[in-house]
């Protein structure tokens, strides 16, 4: 029951994201848009190009979905409303992710594309850069909650968020959560201008919207981790604990997706080197701050 | 009646799907979306919603005629759309062979655009689906099979067979058509760019005319290499014969030089964590302790430093650890492959950006070879027709100004300058002051339309969404704006420049991307951006007295250049204010006056420059400078050992109009 009613909402949402993500792009705020987008693009022909990757072409865009599906598993919106508490939630949605990468490879090798190779093979390169930007801020949030258990982590910032706790790690995570997004400015494996759409320049019709949908949950789920780990996830004055949830993920996912627009795309040398030079020594502080702030305050 | 409609029939659940698709019509703009703009089209505005990929879209837009070059590229890109697709053709009514007929056309205007969508919509909606559809086919879309040998690439021929080299089965592989096209069409330019084009194309086919001479070697021991037949002196097996080019890849040079006895190749030690470390004599490395090892230098650094890196990898394996080698060695197993400049054997790829990539000008073709996401070599064309300046001889006057103001869509109204002013002073006018002063108004109103514009495409390829909507939609309000419109308009400018100055990541995007050697041949912003202060304008007495001061930086960086055009925008705005009126400039009656003329205009991509014979008021003979023409061999340098990003970033920066490149006719 709670699975069926959390896949709605996670659908619900995906339209929410694409509405918002519309609104960002044309400056338009319709509702009905991204409805007509899907069922046009369920109208088209699904292209297949000459001489594909049959295997890795029809898997992608349904691999990207289910990571993302499954990453959303641990997200708890209320105490209760949450599909499986694992005990390793924290990590699993790391886990889940990783299948992100492996979706955009196989998306770029799939088609026998050169934009779309390309556009895979930079995916990979970036992964370098925001992999370890995601999994050490997760390390500092768990030290707190002194558990794995999102439901836990949620709990543990009942006295004061993470966002004000660990801000270095908020915003490292917050980053890193964009380029797994592969969102503006970290676009750089769909980038328009350079590669034509990237790994997704070869996919049309059933196949794109799919691909699509990927995308939406894939944003909207990592709204949620960063809603979860660092704002408190449900928790707020008056309002109920489901609609603090939505609304601070769906105030996350807005600022995710308008960000971009106010800068060009980064560079991907400087995406690298500024991950490892900064990012990873400041993750590296956050850890420490932490722990001597549990140490000193428990 | 959609040509490219789905196969179905309407009925039930399509009928809510063709309405859904005439909502979402998403359109791929052929030349480009800056032809749409520079004709005054706002896409967006008329409901239609610009994609990057032909597989994304359901409408392909054609503006203008275009030359046929593009019609056959214009073709590939419609057999790449998803059905139900429809060809939306604006301002033409010619046959666009070999483009299927129009599904429908109207008049080069933003209204007509308007109506036209309406009716594409309907046409969705009714027609999305059809029983009874064919198959779209052209000329240019056919794949031709040739056949190959796996082991000696050289050998190319259109039947199957076997090799005269070594008696395997040939193998078919697939020529693209297009592919094959662009080659094409590169051996008909007789331009600079051909030789670099060769050149890309010989790292498949290998030149064949290269002398190849036979050694023999071990299959399981590479390194063993003699000229003679014989055994193998590590395992007794036969040698096996292998022909040995002196020129193709870095394995078959180091053999050569076993060969060659006469030149004995010093030994020199290294150490294996730092290449840098190099010396005459054993030891130990001062860096890290390790033992150096052995290596054999190479007397020809034809392929620089670098690659011979790559070649001192491959020496020390044969020299050093040859009985650890025997399986699956790497070096045996990528020796055909080209290698970067890091030294790592890579497969590359021949990727064509272009005539209608998203990033780039309309009409611009750029033929890449990449190595994993760096440009190894490119070449650039124009696949904008050559138009002849003379149509015929001799020709009436206004005719020839007219067409040389149609000749490039982004910049009509310097050319149309350019042409006015050789004829009158073919003819030996003097234009009055005031009207040279609104032409000035009007050829920096152009300026301004033309830089605004060229920031949407920079805008467009780096992904900054929020500078594409501002700039693209300042350009359209520009273009025929008047004076009372252009004063009111300037503190949007001065928030746009303000605004880009505090944008983030904006400055590390462009410093140091696409810099030019300054001995390389710069016009206009590009050489303003160098250091160069050579401007058309300051020797124009009309523009001085307006107070013109050429704008300039140094860095000569993509930075540069963006910065000297956001100035020259706001001196352009200056000189409008002095100017104090607009006007297009009309020719200046010339009678039957006979003489030469030369006349330089300042166009907003550099000098470009006209001189015409004038006989009995028809012009006689004409030859036309134009400043993208230089700029076009400039590609080529600035992308090579370029990421991807970076590369088209350096080329955007040059702002090219394949419209008015390639047009010299030495008469």
């Not at chain 2, 419609?78 to 697709?85: E, I, S, W």
């Not at chain 2, 009714?126 to 082991?151: G, K």
């Not at chain 2, 071990?218 to 395992?235: A, I, L, Y």
């Not at chain 2, 130990?284 to 054999?296: A, D, I, N, Y």
Request: hydrophobic share 45%; glycine share 6%; aromatic share 6%.
């Amino acid at each position: 029951m709670t699975t069926a009613v959390l896949l709605l909402l996670l659908a619900f949402g995906a339209y929410l994201v694409a509405v918002l993500e519309n609104w960002a792009t044309s400056g338009r705020f319709q509702l009905a848009t991204p409805a007509f987008s899907a069922l046009a693009l369920l109208g088209r022909e699904s292209v297949l190009p000459r001489k594909p990757d049959r295997i890795f072409f029809e898997v992608a865009p349904t691999l990207l979905l289910i990571s993302a599906v499954l990453a959303a598993a641990v997200i708890p919106l209320t105490p209760n409303l949450i599909i499986t508490d694992l005990a390793t939630g924290a990590l699993f949605i790391n886990a889940a992710l990783v299948y992100v990468l492996v979706a955009l490879i196989m998306a770029g090798w799939g088609p026998n594309g050169a934009y779309a190779m390309i556009g895979g093979w930079r995916f990979l390169g970036q992964l370098i850069a925001y992999a370890m930007l995601i999994v050490m801020p997760i390390t500092a949030v768990v030290m707190r909650a002194e558990s794995l258990l999102t439901t836990q982590i949620v709990v543990s910032q009942a006295g004061l968020w993470n966002i004000v706790y660990q801000p270095v790690g908020f915003v490292l995570f917050f980053i890193a959560a964009m380029a797994l997004a592969f969102l503006p400015p970290f676009d750089l494996t769909t980038a328009k201008g350079e590669l034509a759409g990237g790994v997704e320049a070869e996919y049309s019709g059933v196949r794109l919207a799919v691909f699509r949908l990927g995308r939406l949950v894939l944003i909207i789920t990592l709204a949620a981790a960063t809603v979860v780990f660092y704002l408190g996830g449900w928790q707020g004055p008056w309002l109920p604990p489901w609609a603090w949830s939505a609304i601070k993920i769906l105030a996350v996912t807005a600022i995710m997706l308008l960000a971009g627009r106010y800068m060009p795309r980064i560079r991907e040398a400087n995406l690298l080197s500024w991950c490892w030079m900064f990012g990873i020594p400041l993750a590296l502080l956050n850890i420490f701050l932490v722990g001597v702030l549990v140490l000193v305050f428990s | 009646m959609i040509t490219g409609a789905r196969h179905g029939k309407l009925s039930g659940l399509r009928r809510l799907l063709a309405t859904a698709m005439a909502r979402d019509l998403k359109v791929f703009v052929i030349p480009g979306p800056d032809i749409a703009r520079a004709h005054g089209l706002d896409i967006n505005a008329a409901g239609l919603q610009m994609v990057a990929s032909p597989r994304h879209a359901s409408v392909l837009l054609v503006i203008g005629a275009i030359p046929p070059a593009l019609r056959e590229a214009a073709t590939v890109i419609y057999a790449q759309m998803a059905r139900p697709r429809a060809l939306f053709v604006l301002g033409t009514n010619a046959l666009l062979s070999p483009l299927p007929d129009a599904d429908m056309t109207a008049e080069l205007s933003q209204r007509d655009l308007i109506e036209g969508v309406q009716q594409l919509r309907q046409l969705f909606s009714a027609h999305a689906f059809r029983p009874d559809i064919s198959d779209f086919d052209a000329p240019v879309l056919q794949i031709r099979l040739e056949y190959t040998c796996p082991m000696h690439p050289e050998v190319i021929q259109d039947e199957p067979g076997s090799c005269p080299k070594c008696g395997m089965t040939l193998v078919p592989r697939e020529t693209q058509a297009n592919m094959e096209h662009a080659h094409m069409e590169q051996q008909q330019t007789d331009s600079g760019t051909d030789v670099q084009m060769a050149s890309t194309h010989e790292h498949q086919h290998m030149a064949d005319d290269t002398p190849a001479s036979v050694v023999y070697t071990c299959p399981m021991h590479p390194e063993v290499v003699q000229d003679e037949p014989g055994s193998c002196p590590k395992c007794g097996m036969f040698l096996e014969p292998r022909e040995v080019k002196s020129e193709s890849t870095h394995e078959h040079q180091h053999q050569h030089q076993h060969m060659a006895d006469d030149t004995p190749a010093p030994v020199v030690y290294t150490c294996p964590m730092h290449p840098e470390v190099v010396q005459n004599e054993p030891g130990s490395c001062p860096k890290c302790g390790m033992t150096l090892v052995p290596r054999e230098t190479q007397d020809t650094h034809e392929h620089g430093d670098t690659d011979s890196h790559a070649n001192h990898t491959g020496m020390d394996h044969s020299a050093m650890n040859h009985d650890e080698m025997d399986f699956m060695s790497m070096v045996d197993v990528t020796k055909d492959l080209p290698r970067s400049t890091d030294g790592l054997p890579m497969e590359w790829i021949d990727a064509p950006f272009g005539p209608f990539f998203p990033g780039l000008p309309g009409g611009l073709l750029l033929s890449l070879t990449l190595d994993g996401d760096t440009v190894a070599s490119s070449g650039a064309l124009s696949l904008t027709e050559s138009m002849n300046l003379l149509a015929h001889s001799p020709m009436d006057s206004t005719d020839f100004m007219e067409q040389l103001a149609n000749m490039d869509p982004l910049t009509p109204v310097a050319y149309r300058l350019l042409a006015c002013r050789a004829l009158e002073n073919a003819a030996g006018i003097n234009v009055p002051a005031d009207t040279a002063r609104a032409r000035a108004g009007a050829l920096e109103r152009e300026r301004i339309t033309s830089h605004l514009g060229w920031l949407t495409l920079f805008a467009q390829q780096t992904g900054f969404d929020w500078l594409m909507r501002r700039a693209g939609s300042l350009q359209l309000k520009f273009q025929h704006a008047s004076l009372e419109q252009i004063v009111a308009l300037k503190p949007a400018i001065q928030t746009l420049i303000k605004r880009l100055q505090r944008t983030l990541l904006l400055k590390s995007r462009t410093v140091g991307i696409g810099r030019l050697m300054p001995e390389a041949t710069m016009r206009g912003p590009v050489a303003r951006a160098a250091g160069l202060h050579d401007d058309a304008r300051s020797a124009d007495q009309t523009f001085t007295t307006l107070g013109f001061t050429p704008a300039g930086r140094k860095e000569s960086d993509a930075f540069a250049r963006l910065h000297v055009r956001l100035d020259e925008i706001t001196h352009s705005l200056m000189l409008i204010e002095a100017a104090g009126a607009m006007e297009s400039p009309t020719l200046l009656p010339v009678g039957t006056a006979s003489g030469t003329g030369d006349a330089t205009v300042e166009t907003p991509r550099g000098p470009a420059r006209l001189q015409l014979t004038l006989t009995h008021g028809q012009v006689s003979a004409a030859q036309l400078e134009t400043p993208s023409t230089p700029h076009l061999d400039l590609v080529d340098p600035l992308m090579e050992q370029q990421e991807l990003g970076d590369a088209l970033v350096a080329v955007g920066s040059l702002d090219l109009s394949p419209w008015s490149s390639q047009q010299t006719f030495p008469q």
